[in-house]
Each structure stands twice: as C-alpha cells, then as structure tokens.
C-alpha cells in the first residue's frame, strides 16, 4: 500500500465540506466556487441551526419584534478581502449591481457623523473632541504600538495601563465601539490599534465608519447564499457537527469521518483523502439565548462550534486551545437587546436629546451602571420594515452591575425592565407607560461574545492550514492570522480566502493585510490627536 500523499485535484471528484454556516463558511464556498475549479454542487454547508449567517443575523416581523444579536461596522480601505467579495456578489435589489455597489451608494447618501458619542448625567452631550489623555497614557500607547506582538504574551489591557486610562474619554469611545474590557487581550488591542491607526483622530466622529443598507443578514447574507445556491451549493441546516475523525499518517492528519445529528440522529460522512473539511472553531454567538418583554433570557455555558473544536482538539494538540476562549464566559459575556416601535415617539425623543439622525453614530450612556449603548440605524433596518415601524439595538458591557434604576443585574432582566432603565438614562420617565404599551424589546444572552479578545499566547488558536494537516482547514474568529483583527468581518473572510486558496493552491493572491500604521502622514495625525 503506497504511502504517498492523495494528489490535490480541482475537478468534479473532489468534494468540500463546511462546518457552520456562518460568513466565513459562506464566503469561502463563494471563493472555492469563484475561484476554482470544484462545481458548487460538490460544497457542502452544515449548520446546526436552520438559518445561515451565523453573527452577520436579522430576523423577525413588526408583530413578533425584531431582533439582531450585534451591528458589524465596517471600513474602507480595511478590509481587502470583504471587497473582494461583495464586489462580485449580485445583489438583491439588482442583479447588475454588486453588494458593495450597494452599500457603497448607502455609505455616500448616510455618512456617519457622531454628534453625540457620550452622554453624560442630565442627558448632556459631551465633549469628546479631547481623548483626555494624560502624557503616561501617550507613553503607554506608544510603548504598546512599538512592541513586538510575541513580548506580549497573554499581558492584559489593564496590567499595561494605569487606572485613570480607564477613565479617559478615549477608553469610553474604545471600549464601547469594539467591545474591550480591561481583562481583554493587551495583544488584541495593539493589533487593533496598529490595523485602524487612520482612524485614531476620528474614532470619536466615527467618519470611517461603513455600513450596510439593512442588517447584515438581509444586506449581506441573503445574496451571498442566493448566488450560492444558484451555483448549486448545499445547504444542510439542522445539522450539528459534533465531532471527526482524524487519522495521523506518515505525510500528515486526515479527516476520514464527520460524525453530525439531525433530528436526534447521529449520522456520518465519509471523507475522501482528497476532498476537503473547512471548520469554522467557535463563535462569538455560540450559546445565545432570548428573551421577551416578560421574560430574562437564559445564560448558557458551553455552544456547539466549541464543544466540535474541544473534541477534535484533544487529541490533537496543534489545533489550538479552545478553552482559551471558551471556559470564561463570565468575562466573555454580554446582553445586547433589540427594540420595535409601533408609535416613533421614543425615537424621536433620542433625536431630539441627542440631535443624531438615525444612522449617524453610536451613544453610549457613560453614567450608565450597565454602560450601555444604543444604536439606531437609519431606517428601515430590515427589508421587511414597514415605513410606521422603527427599529434600534443595544447593548450592555457590565452585565453583572445594578441597574441605576432597576436594581437588577442587566443579564437577569426582562426587555420590560431594560427598556426602564433606558427611559431613565434618556430622561423619558414619565412617558414609560406608553413606551411599554408600544413598543417590544428582546434581550439577548450571548456568553462568547468577546471570548475571541482573552489573554492568549501563540499555538491558542489554531493556524488557518496546521503543519501536517491534509484536508483540514479552520476558518473564522479563532482561526490565527497573523496582523488582522478579530471580531470583523473581514477577520472570518480573510481566514476562508487564505484557506480556500492554500487547500486549492489557487492561483491568485490573497490580499495583504493594509499597513497604513507605517504611512507618515497617519502617523503625524494620529500624534496630533493625542495630544488634542
């Protein structure tokens, strides 16, 4: 029996399997079909739930409510890889117009503007032109942007600043646009910081701010999965992957088998040496759970892409170290909540207290216990708004604190109760009766939504192709690569790109990750904002 390695081959033999059904699964079946020769009925997507889109989500109807877990901002020139896609996806609207013709017109009609990023007691805007930086806060920034990722190790964002960084305008702008915490990555940020070095002087504008014209599943996933499915590619829902079968040989480790269940049945599927398995290893949505107006959601503790990479991962050590990432949901988690209108007079009021348009900005109440936030989209925000109805999101970064009016933990509470305490950071007490009879809002428990940003050390996430790895690629937020950043879109795209390509040996170029932070015109603007 020969031992030699199976020939890669690009023909109709050769089949590709995805493992959930999120952007980076949907995106690296849109490359393999795009830019190889494999036939879109040869790829195939597993998902365990029964809609694709995984982070990128938008669901509901006027009646029910509608809910989004969490809003994907985006950005131009970043992002190199998404482009490329989008700019090659028909969209829905128009078939002769792309994705990004699309949200390229949006962009140009709706430029983001931030007239009110904080707001202060008494609903006071505040100013935000000043990051409020002290000269050991600068310093401190500027050893983080200088020092080699690998020094790091898995150093926190607070073990590398002094406590009053944590009280400067900057730190409120910072935290609450990405979603750091002070326990979060110190590696992370300075990737972060490095990546959008040209956004330093705006950040509390949000000028470079890109979005799409609706959620991101109506805007973004439904044509994607059009154009696939008019390729032919599967789409298997339902379908939980739960573990592999991966067999060490003298060239390598193969997968030979998927075990899955659906319907409660354990099923499997034979993989061929030649056929390919991309598996996108946990997600920031993992073990979401939501609520009502009358009820809290459940906090759950484990999700199904992490339990696939725990099993998989253990006995094969260079595929990462899950629980890294997994095992700290109480400092990963955090409640986001959606919020319907039937009558337009609450958003009105956050108009006219704010004086920002919908669509322009995020607002995040700085007394607020919970830290909470709000965003509202222009409008509609789903295709299938109706023009009476309006629809806005939020979220909350310290979950565990008391309400400063509802003396509840903000993971514990009700839509009902969330919508209390916002009237009350909006001064719009007295109109909550009203608010409540009109309007529905649908809490959200998402346990890993920032696991991707824990303190790691190199060999935690996995590369995209391991050493030694035959047909096995991961793909999404845990997936390493080196110099982009995680808790992006263009992060899950890039990693199927360079999976796709690497596996198919396709000949075309993934595109380099932007180094605008070595361009010494950013670099003198992002000193002068310092020093505003």
């Known amino acids: 029996m020969s031992n030699e390695q199976p020939q890669r081959q690009d023909g109709s033999e050769r089949e590709a399997y995805f493992v959930g059904g ?79 013709d699309v949200m390229d017109e949006f962009n140009e009609d709706h430029q983001t503007y931030a007239v009110a990023r904080l707001l202060g007691d008494e609903q006071e805007v505040l100013d935000v032109s000043s990051y409020g930086f002290e000269m050991e806060h600068r310093l401190s920034l500027l050893q983080l942007v200088l020092t080699p990722e690998e020094q790091l190790g898995d150093t926190r964002i607070e073990e590398w ?11 409120y702008i910072w935290a609450t646009t990405f979603a750091f915490q002070p326990w979060h990555s110190v590696a992370e940020m300075r990737r972060y910081m490095h990546r959008f070095m040209h956004e330093f002087p705006r950040l509390n504008t949000m000028e470079g701010i890109h979005r799409t014209k609706y959620n991101q599943y109506d805007s973004m996933v439904r044509p994607i999965r059009r154009w696939l499915e008019d390729h032919g590619v599967e ?9 592999m079968d991966i067999v060490p040989g003298r060239d390598g480790k193969t997968v030979e088998t998927i075990h899955y269940e659906a319907d409660g049945v354990a099923e499997t599927i034979d993989v061929e040496p030649t056929d390919l398995v991309f598996v996108t290893n946990g997600s920031m949505t993992d073990g979401s759970d939501l609520g009502s107006m009358t009820e809290a959601p459940d906090l759950n503790t484990t999700g199904a892409s992490f ?62 216990n919970w ?83 824990m303190p790691r050390t190199p060999g935690d996430r996995p590369d995209v192709v391991p050493p030694g790895s035959n047909n096995l690629a991961f793909i ?42 070595y361009e010494p015109e950013v670099l003198v603007d992002a000193a002068k904002a310092a020093f505003r």
């Open 161 to 171: 600043f002094s406590d009053s960084f944590f009280e400067t305008t900057f730190w």
């Open 235 to 243: 789409f298997r829902g339902g379908c939980e992957v739960t573990d």
């Open 371 to 453: 830290l909470m936030s709000i965003v509202v989209a222009a409008q509609p925000h789903f295709a299938n708004q109706p023009d009476d109805v309006k629809v806005f999101w939020g979220y909350g970064l310290f979950p565990e604190e008391e309400g400063n009016y509802v003396e509840k933990k903000m993971g514990n509470c009700t839509g009902e109760e969330i919508l209390e305490e916002l009237c009350y950071h909006l001064g719009y007490l007295d109109e909550l009766p009203s608010v409540l009879e009109d309007a529905n809002c649908i809490p959200c428990n998402m346990p890993f939504i920032t696991s991707h940003f």
């Open 307 to 368: 339990e696939l990479w725990k099993n998989i991962a253990e006995d094969n050590p260079e595929f990462g170290t899950p629980s890294a990432f997994a095992d700290h949901v109480q400092e990963t988690k955090w409640p986001s909540y959606t919020v319907t209108l039937d009558e337009p007079d609450l958003l009105e009021h956050i108009v006219e207290v704010t004086g920002e348009a919908p669509g322009n900005g995020l607002i995040t109440f700085t007394e607020s």
């Open 22 to 100: 999120g952007i980076a699964s949907l995106a690296g079946a849109a490359f393999l079909v795009r830019d190889s020769e494999l036939p879109g009925e040869n790829v195939h997507v597993l998902e365990k739930l029964d809609v694709m889109g995984g982070a990128l989500d938008g669901a509901g109807s006027p009646e029910e409510g509608y809910v989004i877990r969490g809003g994907r901002m985006l950005n131009f020139p970043t992002y190199e890889c998404t482009w490329d896609l989008l700019e090659t996806i028909p969209s829905l609207e128009d078939r002769e117009r792309s994705v990004k």
């Open 476 to 517: 999404g937020q845990f997936a390493e690569q080196p110099r982009d950043v995680v808790f992006t879109v263009e992060y899950s795209v890039r990693s199927a790109m360079t999976a796709v390509y690497d596996q198919l040996d396709v000949d075309r170029d993934v595109p380099p990750v932007s180094t605008h932070q």
